[in-house]
């Protein structure tokens, strides 16, 4: 699996976007972009996966960049409970045997300020 | 549905005594895994499983046992327990397709 960087920490105000990055330069091309949450010490949470188009759903947006090698995930109304580690997670999607395992790396800490 | 349910939710060990750390899932997925975090790190694959009577090894599997009868449980047995397995152990399943769903976890604490 592709390795990620992502910044290992950010701040956004209350009621705006959070627009986190994340880079997998080497991602290669049946390679999908994860993104999982993790608050407090909770289980991590999925947000949201793509492979190379834009995707949307109720919690975020992933925006991927035309060559792959990097993509951001928006939270367009930042709260306060989404104060969080998030963590950008690149793998094959299918599973296969010994394939269905997720690499977390350590993630971005995001913190939502009233 | 419950989801994915984890006991115990917390659990204190001696050195050298051994546990067994249930996990159940309830959405008839095939796909299970174990999962240990260490303060400040990520999440580390310990074992996982692609169906009944079938597991594998992870990144840290030394010190740990799976066995996976039914689809619905799979409990994560610690042998011999060490101070360095102390650590919040999250449960995960899975149809193999995109999404991973988590227990809430097991802090485990080896004195």
């Known amino acids: 699996d592709a390795k990620t960087t992502q910044p290992p920490s950010m701040d956004c105000a209350e009621g705006r976007a959070a627009n986190l990055p994340c880079n997998h330069s080497t991602i290669s091309g049946n390679e999908y972009v994860y993104w999982y949450r993790q608050i407090h010490s909770q289980g991590p949470q999925y947000i949201i996966h793509?492979?190379?188009n834009n995707e949307t759903n109720e919690m975020a947006s992933l925006i991927i960049t035309e060559d792959r090698k990097s993509s951001t995930l928006i939270l367009p109304h930042a709260t306060l409970r989404d104060t969080a580690v998030y963590y950008c997670i690149v793998r094959v999607g299918l599973s296969n045997f010994g394939n269905e395992k997720l690499t977390f790396g350590t993630g971005t800490r995001l913190t939502i300020i009233p | 549905n419950a989801g994915v349910t984890q006991t115990p939710k917390f659990q204190v060990l001696k050195t050298g005594q051994s546990m067994t750390l249930q996990c159940a899932q309830d959405m008839n997925h095939e796909y299970m895994s174990w999962y240990r975090q260490d303060p400040g790190m990520g999440l580390r694959l310990i074992h996982y499983?692609?169906?009944?009577?079938?597991?594998d090894q992870g990144e840290v599997p030394n010190g740990y046992n799976v066995s996976r009868s039914t689809t619905e449980d799979f409990p994560l047995r610690l042998l011999s327990a060490a101070p360095s397995q102390t650590s919040v152990y999250f449960c995960a399943s899975s149809t193999g397709r995109h999404e991973q769903y988590f227990g809430p976890g097991t802090r485990l604490t080896v004195t």
């Open positions: 499983s692609v169906g009944a009577g079938i597991t």
């Open positions: 793509g492979l190379k």
